[in-house]
């Protein structure tokens, strides 16, 4: 089998995905723009063969690169970068390769969240109001009904990149002699906690893994107010939230990935669905897999790829949290303190990527437990300010 990883550097922790695809005879291919000096040595270990563009966002250097492993090495069997960022340029080569996976076909409905709202109500699950809108006079009309305060994001975005809060008609016409000149969504507030329900299907669309995560605030509200967050794994997950990711899976037909659907969750403790993401969640959460079942979720991924099988059992035995902290604050505890406070807790920390810090914070721990109170207290201990 050939498999062709678009930028195998990054995040750092993906490389486990490269190395696993190896031990189990895949040849792999990395494509990236990365100085191959620069790699990680385990990274380079498990590559078959990399090649260099100038870059990436140069389609032909890209069509080029897999017309050159296609020459000496075969047929692609697959292409992934398991990244938000790329996958519309995934798509695209898979089309063009005629590679199994997501092709251009395809990319609209988990790329534009005005295509994800059509299928979350085909699926039966509650959407925030909304709609794309292009003038001032049309938001005013919208917000006519749906009230303020609203959200405004792009239909195409990853993360909570220029997403606003809009409170006023003030604020409304701000936005829009600011917009920039791409489509953009505007829907209801909806106030609440986010949960997620993630996971990973093989070839067929099988569930073979599944879990749960809550977050202690939004990920727009951590960049746009500069918060602190934490999120952590559920041992057992709620009926309701299980039941909408199940529904919303099958409507997505979603096969051989990983999957990162969000919800809100209001204060009435109903479900609105926020989006779905067609990747493992981001940071260190494949780690937090991992550290929560006590699994390598990186070799079951390539096994999935390779074998089409999923070889490991998992119950949840541990809540696994990420819990950030923002370099631009003074702690009440220091990093030694916290280590040695909950050393038996602790199970990885390391500095965070400046293009993941403005959410997760520039330094991140990973901690776990079989009960939701430590969590809740580690998370105050490492983010209580001086």
Not at 229 to 251: F, H, M, N, T
Request: net charge negative; hydrophobic share 35%.
């Amino acid at each position: 089998m050939n498999f062709v990883f678009l930028s195998p550097h990054f995040p750092p922790n993906y490389r486990h995905f490269c190395i696993r695809l190896r031990q189990l005879g895949v040849s792999v291919f990395g494509l990236a723009d990365e100085p191959y000096d620069q790699l990680h040595p385990e990274l380079v270990s498990s590559l078959t063969e990399y090649y260099r563009v100038h870059d990436m966002h140069q389609y032909d250097e890209l069509l080029r690169a897999l017309g050159y492993f296609t020459y000496h090495y075969g047929k692609i069997d697959r292409l992934d970068s398991l990244n938000e960022y790329w996958l519309e340029t995934e798509a695209r080569l898979r089309t063009d390769f005629n590679i199994f996976g997501i092709s251009t076909k395809e990319i609209q409905g988990i790329k534009r969240k005005s295509q994800m709202k059509k299928i979350f109500m085909k699926a039966g699950v509650p959407v925030a109001r909304g709609q794309i809108v292009h003038r001032l006079a049309d938001g005013k009309r919208l917000i006519q009904e749906i009230g303020y305060p609203v959200v405004a994001k792009p239909d195409i975005g990853v993360g909570a990149a220029r997403t606003y809060k809009i409170h006023s008609p003030e604020e409304l016409q701000q936005f829009f002699s600011e917009k920039p000149p791409i489509d953009y969504i505007i829907e209801e507030f909806i106030q609440g906690t986010i949960c997620s329900f993630d996971g990973l299907t093989d070839h067929e669309g099988k569930l073979v893994f599944y879990t749960a995560h809550e977050y202690s605030s939004g990920v727009m509200e951590a960049v746009n107010q500069d918060l602190n967050i934490y999120y952590y794994s559920l041992r057992q997950l709620p009926q309701d939230l299980e039941e909408a990711g199940k529904c919303v899976l099958k409507s997505f037909d979603v096969r051989e990935r990983f999957f990162h659907f969000e919800f809100f969750r209001d204060a009435q403790n109903k479900l609105v669905a926020l989006e779905v993401n067609m990747r493992p969640p981001g940071g260190l959460t494949t780690d937090m897999f991992n550290y929560a079942n006590d699994i390598d979720i990186y070799r079951q991924w390539a096994n999935i790829i390779a074998y089409d099988k999923f070889t490991e059992d998992y119950s949840r035995k541990y809540h696994c949290a990420y819990i950030g902290r923002k370099s631009n604050r003074e702690y009440a505890h220091t990093h030694l303190q916290i280590l040695s406070a909950y050393e038996r807790f602790m199970v990885h920390h390391e500095p965070i990527s400046g293009v993941f810090s403005t959410a997760l914070g520039d330094y991140g721990y990973l901690v776990r437990s079989p009960d939701m109170a430590d969590i809740h207290e580690i998370a105050n201990y490492i983010q209580t300010t001086a």
